[in-house]
């Protein structure tokens, strides 16, 4: 299978389609993150079924200070990543295809979901992630659409958008895949110096610790990936922690000590000049908890 590159939507929907199509958005860098996506779309749509890959690095969401030049652009090596994934179809467009008359004046507003955690860290980020997915909803038309766990947040900010706003498409969250050492799987991890790589496992391992004690309840699990992550404050290079927030994945403000259900621990921090971003969900039980 030959894997199309198309430039806009027109070219796009002039392509015979059969089956369901599914779409997995991206901004370009493709991994085994974003191939594990690909793969799980082909197989949920099946043989007869179209996979579309959209690689597009979207302005709206880089915020002062955030260097949108320097975002990796990989188009070649993209495309090869997604047609051994099983992608049919690449769509990418310029910004003149998003944003045909300039930036949008009406945009998708996150609410008070889009203003915690990442948000806070990076205000305006989720209004303009939100608003890229409904534009790239439109102009690829899916019955589907799948996102990485790892991005907890923004999955959960876009299955609420596609609740609230009546959007006809599937939301499918993809679990995060990890690299043997258990990093999460990122872009930004090709900017790791062999010594920040070693703190940055900190990250992972303080989730992985917080879940071993799960059964012990929310306070537990807090006092374990906290006392993880004051350890690595002192390395070097140390981790930087932005937040480490356990929450409640339906808006993610924090749980109490007596939640039991569904909830995310969720770390952002910096190693270096490089922030990363993880999480694990968990499930805490009436008598204790259980993943």
Request: proline content about 6%.
């Amino acid at each position: 299978m030959t894997t199309q590159l198309t430039r806009t939507a027109e070219e796009l929907h002039a392509l015979p389609r059969a089956g369901r199509r599914a779409v997995v958005m991206t901004m370009g860098a493709l991994h085994e993150g974003h191939a594990t996506l690909v793969r799980t779309a082909r197989e949920l749509v099946g043989p007869e079924g179209q996979v579309v890959v959209t690689v597009f690095v979207n302005p709206l969401q880089f915020g002062a200070g955030e260097d949108l030049d320097r975002y990796p652009r990989t188009l070649d090596a993209d495309i090869v990543i997604a047609e051994k994934a099983g992608a049919d179809i690449v769509l990418a467009p310029a910004v003149d295809e998003v944003y045909p008359g300039g930036e949008p004046q009406v945009r998708i507003t996150a609410g008070p979901m889009g203003e915690r955690l990442e948000g806070a860290s990076r205000p305006g980020h989720f209004d303009g992630m939100l608003t890229v997915v409904a534009k790239l909803l439109h102009l690829t038309r899916p019955d589907v659409a799948l996102y990485g766990q790892k991005d907890a947040q923004q999955l959960a900010l876009i299955r609420r958008m596609v609740r609230d706003l009546n959007f006809p498409v599937e939301i499918v969250g993809v679990p995060t895949v990890r690299e043997g050492d258990n990093l999460a799987l990122s872009s930004r991890n090709r900017y790791l110096s062999e010594a920040d790589r070693a703190s940055a496992l900190e990250i992972s391992r303080a989730l992985l610790t917080a879940e071993a004690a799960v059964a012990k309840g929310p306070a537990a699990v807090r006092r374990s990936a906290r006392a993880v992550l004051d350890d690595a404050a002192r390395m070097e290079p140390p981790v930087v922690l932005d937040y480490l927030a356990l929450v409640d994945p339906a808006d993610f403000t924090e749980i109490p000590d007596d939640h039991t259900g569904e909830a995310v621990l969720a770390v952002a921090a910096k190693v270096g000049a490089t922030r990363l971003i993880d999480n694990i969900p968990l499930t805490f039980a009436e008598t204790g908890a259980q993943r």
